[in-house]
């Protein structure tokens, strides 16, 4: 069993930047696919990033160039830097691993491990 904890959300202002921490504990995840999601209100779970345990990284088009998900093995920690946020990324973020996957995934169903998630709030 892998237990995630996120933490690093808050409210910001428009512009400006956070870094999401989720912490992994239970198992070492260095061999684990990691990713994050985020949901707001009434919407599914939207992919938002992912990383290899070679440190592949993914993201979604609508982030590419602003956020940057990284990993500490030694720490069991995966970041996720969000930068030049904007209304529309106010969501809960949610941290996910997957041990069964070679390969990084942008479907929520393909893991089995998630966090509780942190709120971002991002203010105009």
């Known amino acids: 069993q892998v237990f995630l904890v996120e933490s690093g959300g808050g409210l910001v202002q428009a512009g400006g930047s956070l870094r999401l921490a989720c912490v992994a504990s239970g198992r070492a995840v260095g061999r684990y696919v990691m990713a994050w999601f985020r949901q707001t209100p009434g919407k599914e779970r939207e992919f938002v990033a992912a990383i290899s345990y070679g440190g592949s990284t993914d993201y979604a088009d609508s982030v590419k160039g602003r956020f940057a998900i990284s990993r500490d093995n030694a720490k069991n920690t995966v970041y996720l830097q969000i930068s030049s946020l904007n209304a529309e990324n106010t969501a809960v973020y949610y941290c996910?691993?997957?041990?069964?996957?070679?390969?990084?995934?942008?479907?929520?169903?393909?893991?089995?491990?998630w966090g509780q998630g942190t709120q971002v709030t991002v203010s105009s």
């Open positions: 996910a691993a997957s041990g069964r996957m070679a390969w990084m995934s942008r479907r929520a169903s393909d893991y089995e491990y």
